[in-house]
């Protein structure tokens, strides 16, 4: 296998259209977003973030805009942000969101239609592949 | 000798799971997804396998950021179903084959793969999904499992070609491990689904059954897939098939197909399952 040029590599995640892929640059940033998340696996943990979101969040090494991001659950801000998927899933699920429930909310359908498309295939690839190449 | 006999892929949605926990699995929504695991479960229950070798990734619940393994290998006695955060699944504890996974582990190093070794570690829907699709709801397992955690959350996962090298030195490993086992290795995840952004929701059955048909037919081709076109083509989550990879470089040159499923849609992903057989 030829090497792969690691610029190259990275630069092509940013030509996917609506994809946020979870570069070491988006962990870094959004480490304590994906701790805090995590944190929420224990049931303890989980009982104090709903008795009181703002103050659970205070003890946790967040800026301003995410701590405003996972208060609103607003998703694709918080992929933005850093975040990832499989642990922002621990915030809807104590919410007792499904997977589904939480994803259609961030493609700006609604569950119902986003549900329905599912049952109808899916979400076709065409249109989507690049930004650049616009197929 | 120990031997590889199978390899089997399949998807592991954690939906699939919850529908089989809360018995759900004859509902018009889920039948006919189950209704594709209905050979494998005959065919299970007759192969009758000692070992699992069960590659799959752990979804943020035995590793979060603070260590990210590309390769972990379970070695312990036993490991118990995570919690991931709405209760363990109510499945039973998966019992571990020290030994071998041991073995495993020390071929590999000096096969030149940096084998990350776990010896206490909960497993996730990841892992006990593919149970439960095989197995059904037993009281206990009825084989032994290693567990093989690969990443496919932090950027850059392993390349397909990394994947099937690995796959090639757990076949060595297994057939140099004393005594007469019959080995098994799965790859799970997969196939095409995206699960985050305004994107979310693709699904490319097309490319899935391409993919699908590789495994058995050219499959060379596979270890030359660039993680970008997984992501362009079945979503981000996709990226999760390079570890049927290690299952399929674990099989051999040549594999004959013996039962193919593939459905959409399982919550937000497409479904697909082979069972293959390597052949002498």
């Known amino acids: 296998m030829s090497h792969q040029d690691i610029h190259s590599y990275l630069a092509a995640f940013d030509d996917i259209p609506g994809t946020r892929v ?27 973030w709903k008795a009181d979101e703002k103050a659970y969040l205070e003890g946790w090494n967040l800026d301003e805009d995410q701590k405003a991001a996972i208060l609103a659950r607003d998703y694709n801000r918080l992929l933005d942000l850093g975040g990832n998927i499989y642990f922002l899933a621990k915030i809807f699920s104590t919410d007792g969101l499904s997977f589904l429930q939480a994803v259609s909310t961030m493609t700006g359908m609604s569950v119902e239609d986003y549900q329905a498309m599912m049952l109808a295939g899916g979400r076709s690839p065409n249109g989507v592949r690049s930004i650049k190449e616009g197929n | 000798m120990a031997r590889i006999t199978a390899g089997v892929a399949t998807s592991h949605v954690p939906a699939i799971g919850a529908a089989i ?129 690969v990443n496919v959350v932090t950027y850059p996962p392993p390349s397909g070609n990394r994947c099937w090298l690995l796959g090639e030195a757990i076949r060595r490993a297994v057939e140099s491990f004393p005594g007469d086992l019959k080995v098994q290795v799965w790859g799970t995840g997969g196939m095409s689904h995206q699960l985050q952004g305004p994107r979310a929701g693709l699904i490319n059955a097309e490319w899935d059954n391409r993919f699908l048909d590789m495994m058995s037919q050219d499959s060379q081709r596979l270890r030359t897939i660039p993680h970008i076109e997984y992501l362009r083509e079945t979503g981000s989550e996709g990226i999760e098939m390079v570890m049927w990879l290690i299952m399929r470089g674990a099989l051999g040159a040549d594999v004959r197909q013996l039962h193919r499923h593939y459905h959409v849609p399982a919550s937000n992903t497409a479904v697909g399952h082979l069972v293959l057989e390597p052949v002498a």
């Open chain 2, 21 to 149: 926990d809360l018995g759900k699995t004859k509902e018009p929504y889920w039948q006919p997804l189950f209704a594709g695991y209905d050979w494998s479960r005959q065919w299970i229950a007759e192969e009758k396998p000692d070992v699992v070798i069960l590659v799959y990734n752990d979804h943020a619940s035995a590793f979060d950021m603070k260590i990210i393994p590309t390769f972990a290998i379970g070695c312990a006695e036993s490991f118990k179903p995570a919690d991931e955060g709405w209760g363990p699944r109510p499945v039973p504890t998966v019992q571990g084959h020290p030994d071998l996974a041991w073995h495993i582990a020390q071929s590999c190093i000096l096969d030149e793969f940096d084998m990350t070794i776990i010896n206490e570690m909960e497993v996730d829907h990841g892992l006990t999904v593919p149970l439960s699709l095989l197995f059904g709801q037993p009281d206990a397992w009825p084989v032994k499992v290693i567990p093989l955690a």
């Open chain 1, 22 to 48: 979870y570069t070491v640059a988006r962990a870094r940033q959004g480490y304590w977003i994906n701790q805090f998340a995590m944190s929420l696996m224990k049931p303890e943990n989980r009982a104090r």
